[in-house]
T-cell receptor, first 108, second 116 residues
Framework: QKEVEQNSGPLSVPEGAIASLNCTYS??????FFWYRQYSGKSPELIMF????GDKEDGRFTAQLNKASQYVSLLIRDSQPSDSATYLC????????FGTGTSLTVIP | NAGVTQTPKFQVLKTGQSMTLQCAQD?????MYWYRQDPGMGLRLIYY???????DKGEVPNGYNVSRLNKREFSLRLESAAPSQTSVYFC???????????????FGPGTRLTVL
């Protein structure tokens, strides 16, 4: 079983819609959770991180964490074509583990 | 402030050749990391350095060696390149000193390596 699992997609949403990206992890002791965005041919860049159960909002982005269910998600409101990228979930247990990423396409 | 820089950006090697990938950061971070990224495999940690003078193996260390030259620089060496090492290599750094931990990692632009 992989440490971090993501649906590889591709996920397509129309412009202005909400995109929902999901991630599950196996290590119950994991404490920190990150979402990175990676455009094609570029390096990952941090969108946001979350440490506590519940929601954390930053602009159009909301991260949601449920440690009991070992589940973390990212919601993107009012999706824009510029949001089209691969989104990587990262979980910190004894090491920093990345998921394989979900490819998102926002259709104008 | 350049952040994390990597050289070279592209490299083609023949099987058995050696090379060193260079990484430097100007953010005064304590921890540095080397990842490889392959299609469908995500980012996998090769080696990391929690602080100057220390290095530790990550998930996929075989075939690689590293050197933490000073606080700024962390190099990755392929002694005898194999086609299985064809990948995109990313260097990253983070602030805290206790290894891959609860802190944001900042990535360099990557090195695209092809081994023929």
């Amino acid at each position: 079983q992989k440490e971090v699992e993501q649906n590889s997609g591709p996920l397509s949403v129309p412009e202005g819609a909400i995109a929902s990206l999901n991630c599950t992890y196996s290590d119950r002791g994991s404490q920190s959770f990150f979402w990175y965005r990676q455009y094609s041919g570029k390096s990952p860049e941090l969108i946001m991180f979350i440490y506590s159960n519940g929601d954390k909002e930053d602009g159009r982005f909301t991260a949601q964490l449920n440690k009991a269910s070992q589940y973390v998600s990212l919601l993107i409101r009012d999706s824009q074509p510029s949001d089209s990228a691969t989104y990587l979930c990262a979980v910190v247990g004894n090491q920093f583990y990345f998921g394989t990423g979900t490819s998102l396409t926002v259709i104008p | 402030n350049a952040g994390v820089t990597q050289t070279p950006k592209f490299q083609v090697l023949k099987t058995g050749q050696s090379m060193t990938l260079q990484c430097a950061q100007d953010m005064n971070h304590n921890s540095m990391y080397w990842y490889r990224q392959d299609p469908g495999m995500g980012l996998r940690l090769i080696y990391y350095s929690a602080s100057e003078g220390t290095t530790d193996k990550g998930e996929v260390p075989n075939g690689y060696n590293v050197s933490r030259l000073n606080k700024r620089e962390f190099s990755l060496r392929l002694e005898s390149a194999a086609p299985s090492q064809t990948s995109v290599y990313f260097c990253a750094s983070s602030e805290i000193s206790s290894g891959p931990d609860t802190d944001t990692q900042y990535f360099g632009p990557g090195t695209r390596l092809t081994v023929l």
